[in-house]
């Protein structure tokens, strides 16, 4: 069918074609059809079968680097950020538990300064009252 249209038109035609269930055909092909012109007639068509395996071997290989290519890039933008989060969240645990024991030593002073006063105003109070009872 196709030599019949290149015969009438005068053009050239090609189609990649896949021959995986044609038994006298490789899995991928290019059917081309070109004119044979004399005297600007047409006077035949000429068939070319190309075995493009290799070459769809090779643009698979290519895609499947690339591919590979944007994944590794893809995860390390993304380990980036992640590893600053990580970071970060270990930094903020780290002064969190500084500032809780802080915490805890100012509350101990506190406690320590409060009981500290309280036997003070104790030990004042009685000779105070002892002396305004005198007086």
């Known amino acids: 069918m196709n030599?019949?249209?290149?015969?009438?038109?005068?053009?050239?035609?090609?189609?990649?074609?896949?021959?995986i269930n044609k038994t006298n055909r490789p899995d991928i092909y290019v059917e081309a059809y070109a004119p044979v012109i004399r005297e600007g007639k047409v006077i035949a068509v000429s068939e070319v079968y190309i075995n493009e395996i290799t070459t769809a071997a090779l643009i698979f290989e290519n895609f499947l680097y690339f591919g590979l290519t944007i994944a590794?890039?893809?995860?390390?933008?993304?380990?980036?950020?992640?590893?600053?989060?990580?970071?970060?969240?270990?930094?903020?645990?780290k002064r969190n538990a500084e500032l809780d024991k802080e915490r805890l030593r100012a509350v101990r002073a506190e406690r320590a300064k409060s009981t500290f006063l309280a036997h003070m105003s104790h030990k004042l109070r009685t000779p105070l009252n002892a002396i305004q009872g005198m007086s």
């Open 72 to 93: 590794a890039l893809v995860g390390f933008v993304v380990a980036i950020p992640l590893a600053a989060v990580a970071f970060i969240t270990f930094e903020l645990k």
């Open 3 to 19: 030599a019949a249209n290149v015969l009438k038109s005068g053009k050239t035609y090609s189609e990649l074609k896949d021959g």
